[in-house]
């Protein structure tokens, strides 16, 4: 069995500069794509950026020149570093795994609350 363990997040000051972490552990297959979405309250969950065991990385508009993702494909995990984080980023942060079998897992998810 798979666990995605999600760290980091909280309650952060507008402009603040969390960094989230997610580590995969168990039964570990062969990872494609690690990326984080979030869910804001009363919207929809969203791709916030991933990347690819080569490194190719996406990244949703709203995040592109304020956060980096990055990963280690020997620890098998995946960070989200934010900055310049504004209230509209307050939302439950989730880690996603897509496996190299096309099956995928989720974290729990963690909360990013931006405000003064």
């Known amino acids: 069995q798979v666990q995605l363990v999600e760290s980091g997040g909280g309650l952060v000051q507008p402009g603040g500069s969390p960094r989230l972490s997610c580590a995969a552990s168990?039964?570990?297959?062969?990872?494609?794509?690690m990326g984080w979405y979030r869910q804001a309250p009363g919207k929809q969950r969203e791709l916030v950026a991933s990347?690819?065991?080569?490194?190719?990385?996406n990244y949703a508009a709203s995040a592109k020149g304020r956060f980096t993702i990055s990963r280690d494909n020997v620890k098998n995990t995946v960070s989200l570093q934010m900055n310049s984080l504004k209230p509209e980023d307050t939302a439950v942060y989730y880690c996603?795994?897509?496996?190299?079998?096309?099956?995928?897992?989720w974290g729990q998810g963690i909360q990013v609350t931006v405000s003064s």
């Open positions: 996603n795994v897509i496996w190299a079998t096309g099956s995928f897992s």
């Open positions: 168990g039964s570990i297959f062969s990872i494609n794509v």
């Open positions: 990347i690819t065991s080569a490194g190719r990385t």
